[in-house]
């Protein structure tokens, strides 16, 4: 009869053999990088499918080894496999060049998957070679804690493209949002665009109707980025609604 620690290693190895296969069988499905097309400094991620009770997110961890980015994770131990999930795995944002990612469970040689890509360098259309460019991303939560209650998010694309999610409150107290959207940058930190009004059905209706939204433009704003010594992390926020403008100090909310 064997000794029962060399019973429950024969188990622990056992299991480990299977969790590996079972997560190297999930991986088997076509891996990509998303965007598909990356552009330069755009944030990337490894998509694939594992095996949902194996892969460990709190167990990942990603090196840039030169052009080789290496994602790397410890496997649960399962006895039974779980539903195959796709995953993403933040890789962090790059210059353009030719990169190879790839994807290891902590402690094996042989990686599950190789995939090499692409990072493009920016393109700039026939005419456009003069028009300023952002030289940062400015995108996430902007607000004044003097003010709480009212905010913008700004979700900025890897061509500079800016749009504005701005959420406030109108004379009788009542909230209303507006976007900003199709504008343009008038220097490397200083953007300008529309303010527009959204109104469409309620929200927990039974059907959303296809035409049940309406848009109509209310005003302009402009963000100036440009920051001071001392006075980091802010912006010039001033826009108009409706004939009437306001100019804010914004500060960025950064999340721990």
């Known amino acids: 009869m064997p000794y029962p620690a060399n019973a429950f290693l024969k188990l622990a190895v056992a299991m480990t053999a299977f969790g590996f296969a079972a997560v190297a069988a999930a991986a088997a499905d076509v891996p ?42 410890r496997p649960r131990l399962c006895i039974v496999p779980g539903p195959p999930a796709v995953i993403d795995i933040e890789l962090g944002a790059y210059p353009a060049g030719d990169y190879e ?54 979700e900025q694309g890897a061509a500079g493209d800016l749009f504005g999610a701005l959420y406030v409150f109108d004379d009788a107290r009542q909230p209303q949002w507006y976007t900003l959207q199709a504008g343009q940058w008038q220097t490397e930190t200083r953007w ?43 912006a010039t926020f001033t826009y108009s609604i409706d004939g009437r403008s306001v100019s804010k100090t914004l500060m960025r909310v950064r999340l721990d």
Not at 38 to 60: G, I, K, M, N, Y
Request: net charge negative; proline share 9%; charged share 20%.
């Open 32 to 73: 990509q990088v998303v965007p598909i097309h990356p552009s330069q400094f755009e944030a990337l991620h490894l998509r694939t499918t594992l095996d949902s009770c194996t892969f460990d997110a709190s167990s990942v961890n990603v090196e840039l080894r030169d052009h080789l980015i290496v994602a790397s994770f």
């Open 101 to 154: 990612v790839q994807l290891y469970l902590k402690g094996n040689r042989e990686p599950l998957l190789r995939l090499p890509f692409q990072v493009a360098a920016r393109t700039v259309a026939p005419g456009d070679e003069d028009k300023p460019w952002p030289v940062a991303d400015y995108a996430g939560l902007w607000g004044n804690r003097q003010e709480p209650g009212w905010g913008l998010t700004l």
């Open 192 to 234: 300008s665009g529309l303010v527009v009004k959204s109104e469409g059905p309620f929200w927990a209706g039974p059907s959303y109707p296809a035409d049940g939204a309406q848009y109509r433009g209310v005003g302009t704003a402009t963000i100036d980025f440009a920051m001071k010594p001392g006075q980091e992390d802010q």
